[in-house]
């Protein structure tokens, strides 16, 4: 049964997330070996540590790609997965502050970063009630969707008070579109994201107009500054913004070769994490984005389309989830970079440093074709 799942492997998944997961080695190197340098005296600290993380992703993709879905489906895991979740969500408030957030929880040798495994619980836990409940939400939608969307939300609040405003954000996207996807009634779809875009446009006009005496924005509301006016707090909240504007525009269609970069040398802070994506651009060029782009466009593209196709409730909803939020977490990324959208701090996934985010990343995609693998098999 194993050597045949292997063999029934989907390659639109698995060669571009094979690509990119590697390819984060390169580009972490590249993009950290200066800081690296100066901060620890070793311009091969992250280069190390992203190798060993990408290592472990593989394996949990793997175990990930052979876990039976009918144990994802058990209540009594569904019970220990959410108090698991809560438990972290809890444990790393009472962390220490580290750059001004609670985000982490320091184990030996690696800090784990619960809001990134929130994202694939949050799909599991919403794929799992509404494959349960999908006359009822056809039908009793607000009281079906009440439920989980209390305690999904409770999730989304964790960690916006961590802060981590950018992870908050994707949980809240991912809870429409599945909520979109789980055979409510379109009227009731129609009214969330018409709901949601008028709260959009009332949260951005009062932050334009009175953002400054608004208590709940604190620094947030210096990310909105340096959006509207990057140059002119070049030296503050628009540093970042500006100089990644200098990265993509000296990389132009070609690049300026792997290791050449100039922003990376000082100029771009933690350029390995939020700002990979302009490091890419100056090297590589618009060409080689568009190659990345066009890799993971082929990955959530194939997520929706497996989401789309399956006969199974679960396992469509899986799908759909993990495609939203590769799309969701991708976009705010590059439209933070690009200056389309203010800066939340979200990595780009599969390709920025750090552990949590790449293993969880990983999860998902494996799960995608976990459930591209079982569709092919009850066809056979």
């Known amino acids: 049964m194993l050597k045949k799942r292997i063999k029934m492997m989907d390659k639109w998944i698995v060669f571009p997330f094979l690509f990119l997961i590697l390819f984060s080695i390169v580009a972490v190197y590249s993009a950290s070996s200066y800081s690296a340098l100066e901060d ?3 311009s091969n600290h992250y280069l190390i540590r992203q190798s060993a993380y990408v290592f472990a992703s593989l394996i949990f993709a793997a175990i990930a790609y052979i876990f039976p879905f009918r144990v994802l489906k058990k209540k009594n895991f569904v019970l220990i997965g959410t108090i698991a979740m809560f438990g972290l969500l809890t444990i790393v408030l009472f962390m220490p502050a580290i750059q001004g957030a609670r985000r982490w929880i320091p184990l030996p040798g690696f800090n784990i970063q619960p809001g990134e495994f929130a994202k694939i619980f949050v799909i599991w836990y919403l794929a799992y009630i509404f494959s349960r409940n999908q006359s009822e939400l056809e039908t009793r939608f607000i009281a079906t969707a009440l439920r989980p969307g209390i305690l999904v939300g409770l999730v989304a609040m964790f960690i916006f008070f961590q802060p981590d405003t950018g992870t908050a954000i994707i949980i809240g996207m991912i809870i429409l579109v599945m909520l979109s996807a789980s055979g409510a009634s379109l009227k009731y779809g129609l009214r969330f994201f018409l709901a949601i875009g008028i709260a959009i446009a009332v949260v951005v006009f009062l932050i334009y107009n009175f953002g400054e005496h608004l208590p709940f924005l604190d620094y947030r509301y210096d990310r909105f500054l340096g959006w509207w006016d ?3 707090y070049y030296e503050t909240e628009g540093h970042q913004l500006v100089n990644s504007y200098y990265a993509l525009n000296r990389g132009g269609f070609f690049g300026v070769g792997i290791g050449n970069s100039i922003q990376k040398t000082g100029y771009l802070p933690f350029p ?3 700002f ?3 490091i890419i651009g100056e090297e590589f060029g618009l060409l080689g984005i568009a190659l990345i782009l066009g ?9 929706f389309y497996i989401g789309s196709h399956s006969k199974d409730s679960f396992n469509s909803l899986i799908c759909i989830g993990v495609g939203a939020m590769l799309l969701i977490q991708s976009l705010i990324n590059v439209a933070g970079v690009t200056g389309l959208l203010p ?3 979200v990595t780009f996934p599969l390709l920025s440093y750090g552990g949590s985010s790449l293993m969880a990343v990983s999860i998902g995609i494996a799960l995608v074709g976990n459930a591209s693998t079982l569709d092919r098999l009850k066809k056979d």
């Not at 890799?295 to 997520?303: H, Q, V």
């Open 343 to 345: 800066i939340t701090g």
């Open 295 to 303: 890799a993971f466009g082929l990955i959530i593209g194939r997520a």
């Open 276 to 278: 990979i994506m302009a």
């Open 40 to 42: 620890y005296g070793d």
């Open 230 to 232: 990057p140059f002119g």
């Open 272 to 274: 390995y994490t939020d």
